[in-house]
């Protein structure tokens, strides 16, 4: 296999809201939605920019895993609002 266009990197990703979605990738907005909610009732916003992005880490293969098992953190940058 090629792994020549695979990159490493660290991020730092400071504070953060995360949610453990389990289930199909099509069901993913309502968690967001929830994590949106969240964030705006608990004294936050996001903080989307240039360094800090939305991102997904996917722990199960969904070429083994039967679609309502898949597990998948979301996480999104956030900051105290103010």
């Keep these: 296999m090629d792994f ?3 990159d490493f990197l660290s991020v ?3 504070l953060c809201v995360q949610c453990m979605h389990i289930g199909s990738f ?6 967001v939605s929830a994590m949106h909610q969240f964030v ?5 916003t996001l903080d ?12 199960s293969d969904p070429r ?11 996480r999104h940058p ?3 609002r103010g």
């Design 26 to 31: 099509d069901d993913e907005p309502d968690t």
């Design 64 to 74: 083994r895993c039967d679609v309502q098992k898949l597990k998948t953190v979301i």
């Design 4 to 6: 020549s266009k695979v």
């Design 48 to 59: 989307f920019n240039d360094h800090r992005w939305h991102h997904e880490i996917y722990l």
């Design 78 to 80: 956030i900051r105290i």
């Design 40 to 44: 705006k009732e608990n004294g936050y």
């Design 12 to 14: 730092n990703e400071g």
